[in-house]
């Protein structure tokens, strides 16, 4: 089935012919559903602190900061194009009408002087059209306007990276949410006086973003007072799947040669494994306020990296102690209650075993990566959100799933799914070191069962591609999860330009 020149690509792109046969196995058959035992909720796995317990965390996170023995990483994924931000805007310059018509398109052109982009807009009509934007709408030339945006020939927002756009006004000059993050770095995530945050990119805007630092890094770090060491990395091409036919074959592109497609956001736990850090937190590049909203953001990311540390530090001084092999059935049943009510890991049989296999399933229990995740009360955005669902081993824990992950014939799965009081907005804070200050290798701890297949087209001929377990899903499905609610003005992301005129981003 695979010819020579087939598996001198796959040997070139790092992957193995084993993995490739059994990502056609998966494309063919597809993933299992996952089975849940409920959704979680306040007091079943999601945490609302008090003030009191609020204010404790965040004087956790300040200590750990202040010991400056750690190393702090703010990981952004950043490799999207803002295209799909522009879909009804494409759909107007190519479309029939001249003049606004859909409800999106009247609003886009009634607000047009609030988008942080309008200056640059401007100059660009100017320069392209010998008009500005006022004069070009006067004369109905609306196309011409959402062209320049668009289109290379102006601002090219229709192929930059979503990172790079002009998002929000301030008085000395509007900001990207590159900026936005960098702030947001050495607000939260600085040590020693300095603020590491790592970008992931794609290849084509690698040096657009790394020229953007450049430009901008100095003028924060003197406004903060601190160093910014900012890295890149990409998608590795051994995180590409292959692509399958409708019935299961190898997609071959019009030249023979097979096809392979990135393995979406969960391809990113390998950028994730190469971080030297202590504590990483995680939060998408276009969920970013201005300034005058920031104080919850901070706030907010301060609690769940106390919450963090905190349950790190007592889950590390338990393996010391089981490390020690003198201890008590009384201190076993303690780390017993732990792992079930602070680490929400439950084990139905856990009482059966013999202190000996309990001390092995509590030891490997606590001894994995930890995240705690911020998540905000359903308001009906797509997406996925906190369960609590069973394990490869029987054990049921903590989970981020999708609707895809849920088997829709399954009515009770379904009522679940869709009453949740709560969704993901990705607000992760990651411990990626074990008791021992060694790095975790974080690939062990993906279930591989958690993929996911789609239906895409190329050149007009159908395919199933594959995506690896998402980054927050099953890469991180054998973690030790905690969930805590945090308030939606944390949640902000821009999926359409327009969202760009709420009032959280004036």
């Given at each position: 089935?695979?010819?020579?020149?087939?598996?001198k690509?796959?040997?070139?792109?790092?992957?193995?012919?084993?993995?490739?046969?059994t990502?056609?196995?998966?494309?063919?058959?597809?993933?299992?559903?996952?089975?849940?035992?409920?959704?979680a909720?306040i007091?079943?796995?999601?945490a609302?602190?008090?003030?009191?317990?609020?204010?404790?965390?965040?004087?956790?996170?300040?200590?750990?900061k202040?010991?400056?023995?750690?190393?702090?990483?703010?990981?952004?994924?950043?490799?999207?194009?803002?295209?799909?931000?522009?879909?009804?805007?494409?759909?107007?310059?190519?479309?029939?009408?001249?003049?606004?018509?859909?409800?999106?398109?009247?609003?886009?052109?009634?607000?047009?002087?609030?988008?942080?982009?309008?200056?640059?807009?401007?100059?660009?009509?100017?320069?392209?059209?010998?008009?500005d934007?006022?004069?070009?709408?006067?004369?109905?030339?609306?196309?011409?306007?959402?062209?320049?945006?668009?289109?290379?020939?102006?601002?090219?927002?229709?192929?930059?990276?979503?990172?790079?756009?002009?998002?929000?006004?301030?008085?000395?000059?509007?900001?990207t949410?590159?900026?936005?993050?960098?702030?947001?770095?050495?607000?939260?995530?600085?040590s020693?006086?300095?603020?590491?945050?790592?970008?992931?990119?794609?290849?084509?805007?690698?040096?657009?973003?790394?020229?953007?630092?450049?430009?901008?890094?100095?003028a924060?770090?003197?406004k903060?007072?601190?160093?910014?060491?900012?890295?890149f990395?990409?998608?590795?091409?051994?995180?590409?799947?292959?692509a399958?036919t409708?019935?299961?074959?190898?997609f071959?592109?019009?030249?023979?040669?097979?096809?392979?497609?990135?393995?979406?956001?969960?391809?990113?736990?390998?950028?994730?494994?190469?971080?030297?850090?202590?504590?990483?937190?995680?939060?998408?590049?276009?969920?970013?306020?201005?300034?005058?909203?920031?104080?919850?953001?901070?706030?907010y990311?301060?609690?769940?990296?106390?919450?963090?540390?905190?349950?790190?530090?007592?889950?590390?001084?338990?393996?010391?102690?089981?490390?020690t092999?003198?201890?008590?059935?009384?201190?076993?049943?303690?780390?017993?209650?732990?792992?079930q009510?602070?680490?929400?890991?439950?084990?139905?049989?856990?009482?059966?075993?013999?202190?000996?296999?309990?001390?092995?399933?509590?030891?490997?229990?606590?001894?994995?990566?930890?995240?705690?995740c911020?998540?905000?009360?359903?308001?009906?955005?797509?997406?996925?959100?906190?369960?609590?669902?069973?394990?490869?081993?029987?054990?049921?824990?903590?989970?981020?799933?999708?609707s895809?992950?849920?088997?829709?014939?399954?009515?009770?799965?379904?009522?679940?799914?869709?009453?949740?009081?709560?969704?993901?907005?990705?607000?992760?804070?990651c411990?990626v070191?074990?008791?021992?200050?060694?790095?975790?290798?974080?690939?062990?701890?993906?279930?591989?069962?958690?993929?996911?297949?789609?239906?895409?087209?190329?050149?007009?001929r159908?395919?199933?591609?594959?995506?690896?377990?998402?980054?927050?899903?099953?890469?991180?499905?054998?973690?030790?999860?905690?969930?805590?609610?945090?308030?939606?003005?944390?949640?902000?992301?821009?999926?359409?330009?327009?969202?760009?005129?709420?009032?959280?981003?004036?």
């Amino acid at each position: 089935m695979l010819s020579q020149e087939d598996l001198k690509l796959i040997a070139h792109k790092g992957i193995t012919e084993a993995q490739v046969e059994t990502q056609l196995e998966e494309l063919k058959h597809g993933f299992p559903f996952l089975r849940i035992e409920a959704a979680a909720g306040i007091g079943r796995g999601i945490a609302a602190p008090t003030d009191d317990e609020r204010a404790g965390y965040i004087e956790a996170w300040n200590a750990y900061k202040a010991s400056g023995d750690k190393k702090i990483v703010k990981f952004v994924p950043a490799s999207g194009a803002a295209s799909r931000m522009f879909k009804d805007m494409f759909a107007f310059v190519n479309g029939d009408h001249d003049m606004p018509e859909t409800d999106f398109e009247k609003k886009y052109f009634d607000n047009i002087t609030k988008f942080a982009f309008y200056d640059e807009l401007n100059a660009a009509c100017l320069k392209n059209e010998g008009k500005d934007i006022a004069a070009l709408m006067a004369e109905g030339k609306y196309k011409a306007v959402a062209a320049n945006m668009l289109e290379p020939k102006g601002l090219n927002y229709g192929q930059l990276p979503k990172g790079l756009l002009l998002f929000h006004k301030y008085p000395e000059g509007p900001r990207t949410p590159l900026e936005e993050h960098l702030v947001e770095g050495a607000l939260y995530a600085a040590s020693g006086g300095e603020a590491r945050i790592h970008f992931t990119v794609s290849h084509e805007h690698r040096e657009l973003f790394k020229k953007k630092v450049a430009e901008k890094c100095a003028a924060y770090a003197e406004k903060y007072g601190i160093r910014y060491d900012v890295t890149f990395s990409e998608q590795k091409p051994s995180t590409d799947t292959i692509a399958a036919t409708p019935d299961g074959e190898p997609f071959r592109n019009d030249d023979g040669t097979l096809l392979f497609r990135p393995g979406g956001h969960g391809a990113l736990i390998q950028n994730l494994n190469d971080i030297d850090a202590d504590v990483v937190f995680v939060k998408n590049i276009d969920n970013v306020v201005p300034d005058r909203l920031k104080a919850d953001t901070v706030e907010y990311k301060q609690l769940l990296a106390g919450m963090l540390v905190t349950l790190q530090a007592k889950a590390f001084d338990y393996l010391r102690l089981l490390d020690t092999g003198t201890y008590t059935h009384e201190q076993l049943e303690e780390i017993i209650r732990f792992v079930q009510r602070d680490l929400c890991c439950r084990k139905a049989d856990v009482k059966q075993l013999e202190d000996a296999e309990l001390v092995i399933y509590l030891h490997g229990k606590l001894n994995r990566p930890m995240r705690v995740c911020g998540v905000v009360k359903n308001v009906g955005e797509p997406g996925g959100g906190p369960f609590l669902a069973y394990n490869q081993d029987g054990t049921v824990s903590l989970q981020i799933l999708e609707s895809s992950q849920i088997d829709k014939s399954n009515a009770e799965y379904v009522r679940m799914f869709t009453e949740g009081t709560h969704f993901n907005p990705v607000d992760l804070v990651c411990a990626v070191k074990d008791y021992k200050g060694r790095p975790f290798n974080l690939p062990d701890y993906v279930d591989k069962t958690t993929g996911f297949i789609s239906s895409k087209s190329k050149n007009g001929r159908e395919l199933k591609a594959l995506e690896l377990p998402g980054l927050w899903n099953g890469a991180m499905s054998d973690w030790n999860t905690m969930f805590v609610e945090v308030p939606l003005s944390t949640f902000n992301p821009v999926k359409t330009v327009n969202d760009l005129l709420r009032e959280q981003h004036q």
